[in-house]
């Protein structure tokens, strides 16, 4: 089942590549993780995986030592500021990056280990009370604070879009997040590059990709509906 979920995923990359004349190669696929067991995740390994994405930090405390050290581990839920030095230096990018104090936590952390952690903006683009992330109005005042941190580089934007029936509604969102890294990445701020966009899921990547997306986080298409009993 993971073999075709993968493979079938990946046609459908390919194809929203192809519509809107983008290179396969500017996509990342995350498979994201979560709730699935080590056993499962070695599974995706052996199967050619390599990039994970988790949202807890006693997850990835867990299965970044049980799994090889050749896979590339990213942090895609909401983060506390306590348990940042968990992972300071085990992830290869933090996705969700939505206050000052966050980030000069984040910055406090790579300090020690003397390391500069690549983090994204999360933007809350519908602005949903039930989300996380900044509003799209104050986007760019976040990116000029943290930009001021000398060991946290921003590297672009992360949104959750809403959950909907229809991928097309949230085209929209897409663009507009799209829009605003263009518009950051003109103000040519030090210490700050825009060129990823971490944005789609099991229900609307392929209109991510259309609107470019350099990040899809894929989970439920990839290891099947996640049971939050066990
Ligand atoms: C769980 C999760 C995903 C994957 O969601 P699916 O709909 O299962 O693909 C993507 N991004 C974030 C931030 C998540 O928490």
Known sequence: MLKDNLKSVEERILAACKRSGRDRSEVTLISVSKTKPIETLQEAYDLGVRVFGENKVQELDKKIPALPDDISWHMIGHLQRN???????????????????????????????????PVLIEVNAAGEESKFGVSLEETKS?????????????????????????????????????????????????????????????GDFEVAIEEGSTMVRVGTGIFGERDYSI
């Open 83 to 117: 348990k940042v030095k968990y992972i300071a230096g085990k992830v290869e990018l933090i996705h969700s990056v939505d206050s000052l104090r966050l980030a000069e936590e984040i910055n406090k952390e790579a300090a020690k280990k003397d390391i500069v952690i």
């Open 142 to 202: 976040l990116v000029y604070e943290v930009a001021k941190l000398d060991q946290v580089q921003i590297k672009g934007l992360m949104t959750i879009a809403p959950y909907v029936v229809d991928s097309e509604e949230n085209r929209p969102y897409f663009r507009k997040i799209k829009d605003l890294s263009v518009d950051i990445a003109n103000e040519n701020i030090d210490n700050v590059c825009m060129d990823t966009l971490s944005m789609g899921m099991t």
